[in-house]
């Protein structure tokens, strides 16, 4: 990489929690190779604050006090400082949306300008944090440069060819430290990204920018191959191709955003996966990139509780348009299908338990018939996997004959239904199989 390359550096909250992480921030963006651009997310627990506030306006006078001593405390003297006028310009919007919002309005652009204001602190105050430190950084509000979100209040993505077009790109000179989470929507107001989707401004910028790489700094070691919640140990992945990433965050890995890989994915934009404080060289313990790698072995498990199958009969309908019209209509409420599959005579969905009186009737509005059969849990085998008859060949290798049925493959993984109500035991086998490499189809 050459010194001239742009590389995208993206602290979330977790790399934001004291001092010591903006010390730590400023050793990286001194010493790490490229011209680093840098996205931010809220401090650690602004967001959660801000949000509970949004309901519970009341409390406007005591949160902007609490916030601006929280952020003083990152930033001493940024009341003195070239960026007091901003500071307290955010810290005034705060109150005006508080205000708003308290008047029961239910204009959802006084609920972003309130959430968004975690962001435009962290960058105000790392911006001043870099500069004590001799680094010319400076801070840019995404929506204010042109990063343009495709939808309207609430979005998926950044419209990446909108905002090529129309970005201000004079205003990334020297290293701006940017915005995560939102941007202008479609409307010209702001729009936010589902919760976490710092990840994708940071992927949607580099993508925008032709960056080298971008750099996801965390508070852990990379990827692991099953989700710690379980107790399990387990090592970091040290590859992911963007569809096994995207699979694996989509059912059970909250390190990153399910739609990082989107905006780079055609590129081949890597992403590395990084510790604050200990993966400053070498090699990442976790690179996501071109799904290139095509071992025949499971890289990770993803775990999703409490699901049930649905079984529709779709004889007598026509069938492409009335499951095209229920999964719209499922959509529009929020039930993510985690497996689909279209048999003769049928198709089989799995959702979510706590979501199924709410998809019931939806499917019960178009369909007459269907069978329900609840599961602890739905498994995926994470990989490129060429399994003839997993039965056989995988389940009776490890005895999980008895609590795994087979559900369906994607091209990214295998998904497997479990039956047995002690999920970790499960876990816990395919987990050595895993580590060991030893899942394959023969």
């Not at 952020?71 to 003297?77: E, T, V």
């Not at 029961?104 to 959430?115: A, C, G, R, S, Y």
């Not at 971008?214 to 090592?235: F, S």
């Amino acid at each position: 990489m050459t010194n001239d390359s742009v590389t995208v550096h993206k602290f979330g909250g977790s790399c934001l929690r004291d001092n010591s992480d903006l010390d730590q921030i400023a050793s990286i963006i001194q010493t790490f190779p490229g011209r680093p651009v840098i996205v931010v997310s809220a401090l650690w627990g602004t967001t959660d604050r801000l949000m509970r506030a949004a309901n519970e306006p009341k409390y406007a006078t005591r949160l902007v006090d609490d916030l601006r001593r929280q952020h003083i405390r990152f930033a001493p003297n940024i009341e003195n400082s070239e960026f007091a006028k901003m500071f307290a310009s955010v810290l005034s919007g705060i109150e005006t949306s508080l205000s708003e919002i308290s008047k029961k309005t239910e204009d959802i652009n006084h609920v972003n300008t309130l959430l968004a204001a975690g962001e435009r602190l962290s960058a105000l105050v790392v911006s001043y944090h870099l500069r004590s430190m001799g680094i010319d950084a400076h801070p840019v509000g995404s929506e204010d440069i042109g990063l343009h979100l495709d939808g309207i209040g609430n979005a998926y993505s950044v419209d990446i060819e909108y905002s090529i077009q129309n970005l201000d790109y004079q205003s990334l000179n020297q290293i701006p430290v940017i915005t995560g989470w939102f941007g202008e929507g479609k409307d010209g107001k702001i729009a936010l990204l589902d919760r976490g989707g710092s990840d994708h401004s940071a992927t949607a910028i580099a993508r925008i920018l032709d960056a080298e790489k971008v750099i996801l700094w965390k508070d852990i070691e990379g990827v692991l191959a099953v989700n710690p919640r379980w107790g399990i140990e387990t090592e970091p992945i040290p590859y992911l191709g963007y569809g096994e990433a995207r699979e694996l965050t989509r059912m059970d890995a909250p390190i990153i955003h399910s739609s990082t890989m989107e905006p780079i994915q055609e590129t081949g934009i890597p992403i590395e996966i990084r510790h604050l404080y200990s993966n400053q060289t070498g090699l990442a313990p976790t690179t996501i990139g071109p799904d290139i790698v095509k071992q025949n072995y499971t890289k990770a498990i993803g775990c999703l509780r409490s699901v049930c199958k649905i079984e529709i009969d779709t004889k007598g309908s026509e069938s492409s348009k009335s499951v095209g019209e229920l999964l719209i209509r499922l959509n529009g409420k929020n039930i993510t299908c985690w497996s689909l599959n279209y048999l003769p005579g049928k198709v089989e969905l799995v959702i979510s338990q706590n979501k199924f009186n709410e998809a019931k009737g939806i499917i019960s509005s178009i369909f007459d018939k269907m069978e329900i059969m609840d599961y602890p849990a739905l498994i995926s085998l994470i990989g490129y996997l060429e399994i003839e008859n997993l039965k056989f060949n995988l389940l009776a290798k490890i005895e999980l004959n008895d609590d795994l049925i087979f559900l369906s493959k994607t091209p990214h993984s295998i998904q497997l239904l479990c039956k047995n109500d002690d999920i970790k035991s499960i876990l816990v086998k395919l987990s050595k199989l895993v580590n060991s490499k030893q899942i394959k189809s023969n």
